[in-house]
């Protein structure tokens, strides 16, 4: 690439924490450009048609827990930009016998529909609920601070404790409530019980009754396009198709950013990184992976449990005890005979997803890192064990194995799509053990991407997090840009 001149911040990576990033600085009134390898923006946040003419399938995330929540996407305005659906039902969860758990967004009407757990259900996620603002901020930014709500710290931690301990069970008496819980924890692809996955489904669960977990109408690439547009609304540059291998082929800028994972930054740096920052990088763990698969049907999913036709989020996975079976075969290297299976139906809230009467169905299992194993026969089955008849209403599948979901994006190494294991030891050392993880060694260079805090999901909250770094070291500006809507954008 040829140098020039007048560039105040570069991004490399244009998914939503690399567009996060760049709109923070472009508000901040940065000279911005983006780039991007693929010739289309947003990583995985992506739409478009995989199966067959007029099923528009979400290349990645379909269903965003913590778009409402996130800081960065309140201050950004997205419910005001783009439609966003937030359905009666969080997710639910299917059981044998025709019988499933709901978990509505109202969390007293969930509660009643579990029985003799639905007290247990509210002593667990009630206070957490209630106080889901200083939730949010806890698990917002870096662990390795001090924390602002102690005490919520203190509730949110022995809650965690208990449901990642062999002890998860014991103010349960159904199997319901569990199984309907546990779908949540299995989010994180990770042995169960654990610390680290009961943290992260907590979190979700309580999202679920605070303000839901929306589906973006028009698919997930409208939260990309939003972002887009208010970057090139204040003078940003996207340029597509530009795979970028060393830090030496960019243009000159005070500030680069790099929505791109620990390791990559070392290859990107060509051995200008301090020796012990680089072995640190190196030491960064991917986890294990998933496989996905989309379906166009002929008609809705004929759930058996006639609620879940109505839920947009579903964890097909059976019981508590089945769910754990699974995740730990993953946790072993193993294939799971009956996977957890983390499924979506958008269609039934958004008639643009599929021509009129038709439906679509999002779905990914758990599978080792770098998987080479098609899906789609093992997730069609564990879904027909719960909706029988559902084989039949296939018109078309589109599959996509762990290995080949890092030939799309490269942040998912080996088609870990958390872009780094999910564990306590790296949710504090993310990617390394700082109170500013996203400030690298090298002058003006920080890191934006999911591998940094606060990790994985579509909330742009790294990229806002180390733009506001950028922004207070190298201009001193510590107060955040305004990142509100203005006409025409």
Known sequence: MTTEQGLDAIIVGSGPNGLAAAVTLARAGLRVRVYERNPQIGGGAATAELTLP??????????????????????????????????????????PGGCAGVAWQDIERTATGLGRDGPAWLRLLGPLVQNINAIAE??????????????????????????????????????????????????????LPSPSTAGAGLTLAAHAHARGWPIPIGGSGAIVQALADDLLAHGGEIVTDADITSLKELPPARIVLLDVTPRALVDLADGALPVRYAASLRSFRYGNAVAKVDFALSEPVPFTAADLRRAPTLHVGGTRADQARAENAVARGRHAEFPYVLAAQPSILDATRAPAGKHTLWAYTHVPAGSTHDQTEQITRQIERFAPGFRDTILASYSQTAAQMQNHNPNHVGGDIAAGAISMTQLVRRPVLSSDPWRTPLAGVYLCSSSTSPGPGVHGMCGYRAALSALAHEYNVVEPPDLTPREGN
């Open 138 to 191: 806890l698990t917002g930014d870096a662990l390795l601070r001090v924390p602002r709500h102690p005490l919520m710290l203190a509730r949110f931690g022995l809650r965690t404790l208990e449901q990642g301990s062999p002890a998860w069970n014991w103010r349960f008496s159904g199997v319901t409530a569990p199984a309907l819980l546990t779908g949540t924890f299995a989010h994180s692809i990770g042995r």
């Open 54 to 95: 007029g099923f528009r399938h979400d290349v990645g995330s379909a269903v965003h827990p913590l778009a409402l929540a996130s800081e960065f996407f309140q201050k950004f305005g997205l419910k005001d930009r783009i439609e966003l659906k937030v359905p009666e039902i969080s997710f639910g969860h299917p059981l």
